[in-house]
């Protein structure tokens, strides 16, 4: 089982930077493909970057492309979500999670293991 821990959400301006960060314990994460997905109210969650077990592969999806950098490091058991050019539709609380596979994927139904989420509010 593993348990995962988002952290680095908070309010920013239109323009700002966030970093978030994933911690997972229970077991090493270093075979596992992990995500960042989001859910804004009212809004189904969505996708928004994968990163394969080895760190080689990452999707994004094309609403953050260019503006958001996932990276993991396996020796801390953690992923990042560094987000640059942050925009009033980027609120929402971001999750984090990880699927039992080496390949990054961007279909929430293939991950197997959720954090709580953090709040990201971006202002205008």
């Known amino acids: 089982q593993v348990q995962l821990v988002e952290s680095g959400g908070g309010l920013v301006q239109a323009g700002g930077s966030l970093r978030l960060s994933c911690a997972a314990s229970?077991?090493?994460?270093?075979?596992?493909?992990l995500g960042w997905f989001r859910q804004a109210p009212g809004k189904e969650r969505e996708f928004v970057a994968t990163?394969?077990?080895?760190?080689?592969?990452?999707i994004y999806a094309d609403s953050v492309k260019g503006r958001f950098t996932i990276s993991r490091d396996n020796a801390k058991n953690t992923v990042y979500l560094q987000m640059n050019s942050l925009k009033p539709e980027d609120t929402a609380v971001y999750y984090c999670?990880?699927?039992?596979?080496?390949?990054?994927?961007?279909?929430?139904?293939?991950?197997?293991?959720w954090g709580q989420g953090t709040q990201v509010t971006v202002s205008s």
């Open positions: 229970g077991r090493t994460i270093d075979s596992n493909a």
């Open positions: 999670a990880a699927r039992r596979i080496l390949w990054a994927g961007s279909s929430a139904r293939s991950y197997d293991y």
């Open positions: 990163i394969s077990s080895s760190g080689s592969t990452t």
